[in-house]
């Protein structure tokens, strides 16, 4: 084990947030925070309640990945799919479908029947789970939203704001098999052992690779909606639009001015390492890394007290870690920057 040595960093900037006439935007309600530091760099009506359709999927996916249980077959029974409508990936009772593939149906082609069927899979009924889904949202601290529904259908005051999403995806980002399907523009489920291609309604992957997910929805109250999460030099934008007549622009107007909120952070730090029976008493080490950020980062070393010579000009000595709040973004090797011969005796 290496014996931990922690040396921390601190960059720090004024961010120029940007502002900019609100009617900029399409959308009755927008938001854009940073998901590792939770900055709001833009809110216009971010507080006010409104309609979410399927961007409440995103919820119903997160306590699945949160459930240990993707693994699992589900049998689709008339409870599952009583109700349903609009999108779907055609369910029938008596199905069997991975709870993962559930996930795949409801984050890609929004598949309402998948969102029911993930519900009572693991609750019970749909009025279960939505308990489930507010209790969850209250961990996170979305104390203006309210779950009645799993999948977003319009339902009885069914409804959260731009900032109770924008810290939903938040957390969505922290939960790696989610963030796995999210960014997937296609994939294939397997329903009773037959093969089927899904497609992402997020038309924004394709258009940057920068964009890693999240979620899309419409309904005709809420209109259109979406929450975009953009991968940014170890950073991570997200984006929360609800009804936005031209969202995919929004998405891409908030996150091109969000960029200028951040700053590039390109740093190379030496360590001075003991050394033991070598030619000289230490050995010179350095590592590099650069990424942006909008407050700074925090730097752990990880290195033994000591190495035993001979070193060698380029030998691994250790490791460094990069951290924009309590996320990890960039792990990189401490490198020797110079070789130490063996302390020899002389007869």
């Known amino acids: ?58 919820m119903t996916c997160l ?12 049998c689709i029974t008339e409870e599952m799919l009583y109700g349903t409508e609009g999108s779907m990936i055609y369910l029938k ?45 209250a961990e996170i601290g979305m104390f203006n939203t309210k779950f009645v529904t799993p999948s977003g259908l319009d339902k009885n005051g069914h409804s959260s704001t731009a900032y109770d999403m924008a810290l939903l995806a938040a957390e969505a980002v922290g939960n790696s098999e989610l963030m796995r399907i999210a960014c997937l ?42 929450i975009t999460a953009y991968k940014y030099g170890g950073s991570v934008i997200i984006t929360v639009t609800l009804t ?48 942006f950020a909008i407050d700074g980062v925090r730097v752990k070393e990880y290195y033994y007290p000591f190495t035993y010579a001979p070193v060698i000009k380029g030998q691994v000595l250790g490791k460094a870690e990069v951290y924009i709040g309590t996320e990890c973004i960039i792990t990189t090797d401490i490198i020797a920057t110079e070789g130490i011969s063996l302390w020899q005796t002389t007869k």
């Open 63 to 74: 306590i699945a990945c949160e459930s240990g249980k993707l693994g699992d077959f589900v």
């Open 244 to 291: 936005a007549p031209d969202d995919w622009n929004d998405h891409k107007t908030l996150v091109s001015r969000a960029k200028k909120c951040y700053k590039c952070i390109n740093n190379t730090q030496t360590v001075l390492i003991n050394a033991v029976g070598g030619s000289k008493n230490a050995v010179n080490a350095s590592y590099s890394y650069t990424c």
């Open 93 to 137: 009772t008596g199905d069997r479908i991975t709870l993962l593939d559930l996930v795949k149906g409801a984050m890609l082609a929004s598949g309402n029947d998948a969102a029911n069927a993930i519900a009572v899979y693991l609750s019970g009924s749909l009025d279960a789970f939505a308990e489930n889904m507010n209790l969850r949202a």
């Open 185 to 226: 523009t296609a994939d294939e489920i397997s329903i009773n052992g037959k093969t089927q291609t899904i497609y992402n309604h997020n038309k924004l992957l394709s258009a940057d690779k920068g964009f890693i997910g999240i979620k899309t929805g419409y309904t005709k109250k809420a209109g259109r909606c979406l």
């Open 1 to 58: 084990m290496f014996k931990r040595f922690i040396a921390i960093f601190c960059v720090i900037f004024l961010v120029p947030f940007f502002a900019y006439a609100k009617e900029d935007i399409s959308a009755e309600s927008a938001i854009v925070i940073d998901a590792y530091t939770g900055r709001v760099l833009y809110e216009k009506n971010a507080e006010k309640p409104r309609p979410i359709a399927s961007t409440t999927k995103l």
